[in-house]
């Protein structure tokens, strides 16, 4: 069930997420500004683009060196990354007591992968009533019903996180973080605002609604029509 932060969109999706205010989330933004801010087109990996930043202002990468690049005239935005790592650089070593590149990602990425083991993607629930053959008793945030997409025959087990509750009485709506087992074999195959169901057993207990995405490998690329079969 462990997955890794591979790409700029699901690590930006997670910070987006992230309502709390807190010198990671402050560091992570910049990282995400210097990503957005370097020219090689359509670049999505961090992995990449960390090797790119390393290629161009050599290692180890340190507020000084960072500073020492001047500008050529075709350099604007490498100039301009560099910036956001270099104040990086600069609040993680004041206020983490971290000042190696590495392993300040390090630090950023395995505190995102921790909610990322949490969600693959942010979906309205609606429990059916007791009378409507649903639950009898409240279900509580950690819960793992079966997910059923209507393209698909297979069913995976889905966490649920709730967002704002610990319990959900049948009948009641919720939003809710969804964690599922089986990511591989849903990849590139949903999109926001497809419905889905819940189910223990064969019993209908609930429906899901995905309103966000998190997980960029599950999400079906634009102008695919093609679900998997």
């Not at 700029?8 to 999706?13: E, G, I, P």
């Not at 350099?75 to 004041?94: F, H, K, P, V």
């Not at 419905?195 to 064969?202: A, D, K, V």
Request: proline share 3%.
């Amino acid at each position: 069930m462990d997955d890794k932060i591979e790409t700029y969109n699901t690590l930006w999706s997670l910070v987006d997420l992230d309502a709390e205010n807190h010198k990671v989330k402050d560091i992570t933004t910049l990282f995400l500004n210097a990503m957005n801010d370097w020219p090689t087109m359509n670049q999505t990996l961090i992995s990449d683009f960390i090797g790119e930043l390393k290629n161009y202002f050599g290692e180890p990468l340190t507020i000084e060196k960072l500073d020492s690049n001047k500008f050529n005239g075709q350099n604007a935005w490498q100039l301009e990354a560099g910036s956001s790592i270099a104040d990086l650089i600069d609040i993680s070593t004041q206020f983490c007591n971290e000042s190696e590149f590495d392993k300040i990602i390090d630090n950023i990425l395995n505190y995102y992968n921790k909610e990322f083991n949490k969600v693959d993607f942010i979906a309205e629930i609606q429990y059916l009533t007791t009378e409507q053959g649903g639950r009898k008793t409240p279900a509580k945030s950690g819960f793992r019903p079966q997910v059923k997409f209507d393209f698909d025959e297979m069913q995976t087990s889905g966490q649920q996180t709730f967002i704002n509750k610990e319990l959900v009485n049948p009948g009641e709506n919720v939003i809710a973080k969804i964690k599922i087992f089986s990511p591989d074999h849903f990849a590139y195959t949903l999109t926001e605002g497809m419905e889905f169901e819940l189910r223990e057993g064969s019993t209908l207990i609930g429906k899901g609604k995905i309103e966000y995405i998190v997980n960029e490998k599950l999400e079906k690329p634009a102008g695919n029509n093609v679900y998997k079969k």
